[in-house]
């Protein structure tokens, strides 16, 4: 019989790859669940709810999915934030604005299928990082 030897610490190799996939697999969590509920035909009648948190500077999640042709409530979690947020989508003249504390939300339908770039359109906020996407889909 063989045995191997174990030292008994786990080497800096693994805990860097353990926290590496960690990394990797929560933002893609948060994209997914976003996904589902805005692309979601089961029930056609309520609008598709999509959350965005709004922090100091960032979206999370930066890229969202709805369905063309669908109404959608975009909801601005400002709520752990520390300053006013706002999210405006310019190629289709929308804008929701979150103090700091605070959740604001709107419904919003588009028609047509593309990518539409998102920021926080505050002084600074977009230049810090404060961007994101939203792609409409054909159903």
Do not use: W
Not at 33 to 38: G, L
Not at 83 to 106: C, M
């Amino acid at each position: 019989m063989v045995q191997s030897k174990k030292s008994g610490r786990d080497s800096p190799f693994s805990f860097m790859m353990a926290f590496s996939l960690a990394a990797v697999a929560m933002p893609s969590v948060t994209m997914a669940q976003a996904q589902v509920s805005a692309l979601d035909p089961s029930n056609e009648t309520k609008p598709a709810e999509v959350r965005i948190v709004s922090t100091e500077f960032r979206f999370s999640p930066a890229t969202v999915l709805v369905a063309a042709g669908r109404v959608v409530t975009l909801v601005l979690d400002n709520s752990g934030a520390e300053t006013e947020h706002g999210l405006f989508v310019p190629g289709l003249g929308f804008r929701l604005q979150a103090k700091a504390g605070e959740i604001a939300r709107k419904n919003i339908l588009v028609e047509k299928p593309g990518k539409y770039d998102y920021n926080c359109d505050l002084p600074g906020h977009r230049d810090a990082g404060m961007t994101g996407t939203l792609i409409v889909v054909d159903r």
